[in-house]
Antibody, heavy 123, light 113 residues
Framework: QVQLVQSGTEVKRPGASVKLSCKASGYLFTSYYVHWVRQAPGQGLEWMGV????????IYAQRFQGRVSVTRDTSTATVYMELSSLRSEDTAMYYC????????????????WGQGALVTVSS | DIVMTQSPDSLAVSLGERATINCKSSQSVLYTSNNKNYLTWYQQKPGQPPKVLIY???TRESGVPDRFSGSGSGTDFTLTISSLQAEDVAVYYC??????????FGQGTRLEI
């Protein structure tokens, strides 16, 4: 079955960077865009960016420009999201999610989602 | 940015009754070339990632009970649960995918019994 499995919990100091992974299985990796969405504790959903695994092109939300980098490794069907200059407000659950709308150039609903990776930023 | 505004923020409905959640976008999410509304609805239960219920504003995802339905076009959309079940207690989000600069979500609606 189509599945996205994310790396585990991270605890980071302010100013540090974190790199999360999202391993895809059950489908042709290069055919579907992968998005990253985060959710602060008790809060709503916030879109961060998207990658086209076929070629590696990315689009990022303006508010994360310069701090976020999404990459992929086609040999392992894994997408990575690195967020730098961490601050306490970056404490959140981070999700990767596949975009099923193959004709949308990334413009899609998300299904499935990874299980999430909790990142805690604290001194 | 396309701002998505849901109403109400929270909602209490009796078992078996109808629940209605609204979502309004700050600009149209109807793509005229294919006449599709780039709007989806998710259900999120505690400790779980969101689950897609509806996409293209009114297409029910496979396996989603038919008591869930989506309607609307342009800027105004509605998620309806025709007969509330106990397992429907969750937070519901709308999301537009008309623009990826950025993709945006509503603030969420908490549905309780």
């Amino acid at each position: 079955q189509v599945q996205l499995v994310q790396s585990g919990t991270e605890v980071k100091r302010p100013g540090a960077s974190v790199k999360l992974s999202c391993k895809a299985s059950g489908y042709l990796f290069t055919s579907y865009y992968v998005h990253w969405v985060r959710q602060a504790p008790g809060q709503g959903l916030e879109w961060m960016g998207v990658i086209n695994p076929n070629g590696g092109t990315t689009i990022y939300a303006q508010r994360f420009q310069g701090r976020v980098s999404v990459t992929r490794d086609t040999s392992t069907a894994t997408v990575y999201m690195e967020l730098s200059s961490l601050r306490s407000e970056d404490t959140a659950m981070y999700y990767c999610a596949r975009a099923p709308n193959v004709y949308g150039s990334g413009r899609s609903w998300f299904d499935p989602w990874g299980q999430g990776a909790l990142v805690t930023v604290s001194s | 940015d396309i701002v998505m505004t849901q109403s109400p923020d929270s909602l209490a409905v009796s078992l078996g009754e109808r629940a209605t959640i609204n979502c309004k976008s700050s600009q149209s999410v109807l793509y005229t070339s294919n006449n599709k509304n780039y709007l989806t609805w998710y259900q999120q239960k505690p400790g779980q990632p969101p689950k897609v219920l509806i996409y293209w504003a009114s297409t029910r995802e496979s396996g989603v009970p038919d008591r869930f339905s989506g309607s609307g076009s342009g800027t105004d959309f509605t998620l309806t649960i025709s007969s509330l079940q106990a397992e429907d207690v969750a937070v519901y989000y709308c999301q537009q995918y008309y623009s990826t600069s950025p993709i945006t979500f509503g603030q969420g609606t908490r549905l309780e019994i």
